[in-house]
């Protein structure tokens, strides 16, 4: 009877183990998103993007053009990240320059009190923005 109990509970212990995938390791990158999940995810952020300009009074010609500067700096910056002749310091100092430039052409387009709303509207948004993950089951004991 011992013997059929512990038999059990090892194959129990055993299919459990299969269920959940072990977690990352520290360091490791996280897995790539489909080319669907990226175009969901570009496509939400583009309507965030153009809901805050509504928000802050911006007119559709506006909108436009905030959208192209928004979509040059983040060509400079996926070009900045495979660049490899440069140090990851010296990568985030130029991607904080290009923020920098972005913020400041954004608020040429839109006026100051327009990109005042607009900053405020965007820092709501990322505050409200969704729950965080949970975090993974605990590893059973051993």
Do not use: C
Not at 9 to 18: H, S
Not at 30 to 39: G, H, N, T
Not at 82 to 100: N, P, S
């Amino acid at each position: 009877m011992i013997a059929v109990l512990l038999s059990t509970g090892l194959f129990v212990l055993a299919v459990n183990a299969q269920d959940a995938p072990p977690p990352p390791k520290p360091g490791t990158p996280p897995p790539a998103m489909s080319k669907e999940e990226r175009e969901k995810m570009k496509q939400k952020r583009d309507e965030e993007q153009a809901a805050a300009l509504k928000a802050a009074g911006a007119s559709d010609e506006q909108i436009k053009k905030v959208k192209d500067a928004v979509e040059e700096i983040g060509k400079k910056q996926r070009d900045l990240k495979k660049d490899a002749a440069l140090t990851e310091e010296d990568k985030k100092a130029k991607g904080k320059e290009l923020k920098d430039q972005q913020e400041a052409k954004i608020k040429e387009i839109l006026g100051d009190e327009s990109f005042k709303k607009w900053k405020e509207s965007r820092k709501q948004q990322h505050k409200d923005g969704p729950p965080p993950p949970p975090p993974p089951p605990a590893a059973p004991k051993k």
